[in-house]
Antibody, heavy 123, light 106 residues
Framework: EVQLVESGGGLVQPGRSLRLSCAAS????????MHWVRQAPGKGLEWVSG????????GYADSVKGRFTISRDNAKNSLYLQMNSLRAEDTALYYC????????????????WGQGTLVTVSS | SYELTQPPSVSVSPGQTASITCSGD??????ACWYQQKPGQSPVLVIY???KRPSGIPERFSGSNSGNTATLTISGTQAMDEADYYC?????????FGTGTKVTVL
């Protein structure tokens, strides 16, 4: 059974940093690209960042480019999101998502999602 | 930046057909997919590559994509289909979600 378990969320002051983690199990982690998607309270889905199987291709939404860094450790079956210079508008539930097919960063859909970890940016 | 626009809400009676549209420039030239999200739950993929259903998704869910519009159709809508639905596509190396549609089964 595929499982994605996010952790690392919490309350943080504006301008500070936070690192999210996603522990994957139930599939061959390095056979798939992985992504982060967020959802602000009461709002829609927003793609944040994605990474290919070997970290060779990475993409970011314009809203987080230069502040967030995605990474993965295939030996630990884990995905990460380092979030720096956090802003109030980064407040959201952050989901880890697996692509349905493919190792590369490219046209894809997401067939498994974690339960999310809540990040609240407030003073 | 690329945008995908959906109607905020769609209402449907039990047993009837619900159609949810997703509009974007030349969307028909791209693959569209659809997610269902129920309150307090994570999104679930219900349609991928315009019209394909993942394993376990009921046959009453179908999709199409042509021109500037992708459409998710729920035939014989059931109360359990009440949820938010989001389309998604890939454009200029970025992933774009639609604005979301709340489907209410009256």
């Amino acid at each position: 059974e595929v499982q994605l378990v996010e952790s690392g969320g919490g309350l943080v002051q504006p301008g500070r940093s936070l690192r999210l983690s996603c522990a994957a199990s139930g599939f061959t982690f390095d056979d798939y690209a992985m992504h982060w998607v967020r959802q602000a309270p009461g709002k829609g889905l927003e793609w944040v960042s994605g990474i290919s199987w070997n970290s060779g291709s990475i993409g970011y939404a314009d809203s987080v480019k230069g502040r967030f860094t995605i990474s993965r450790d295939n030996a630990k079956n884990s995905l990460y999101l380092q979030m720096n210079s956090l802003r109030a508008e980064d407040t959201a539930l952050y989901y880890c998502a697996k692509v349905r097919f493919g190792r590369d960063y490219g046209d894809a859909d997401f067939d498994y999602w974690g339960q999310g970890t809540l990040v609240t940016v407030s003073s | 930046s690329y945008e995908l626009t959906q109607p905020p809400s769609v209402s449907v009676s039990p047993g009837q057909t619900a159609s949810i549209t997703c509009s974007g420039d030349k969307l028909g030239d791209k693959y569209a997919c659809w997610y269902q999200q129920k309150p307090g739950q994570s999104p679930v993929l219900v349609i991928y590559q315009d019209s394909k259903r993942p394993s376990g998704i009921p046959e009453r869910f179908s999709g199409s994509n042509s021109g500037n519009t992708a459409t998710l159709t729920i035939s014989g809508t059931q109360a359990m289909d009440e949820a938010d639905y989001y389309c998604q596509a890939w454009d200029s190396s970025l992933y774009v979600f639609g604005t979301g549609t709340k489907v209410t089964v009256l």
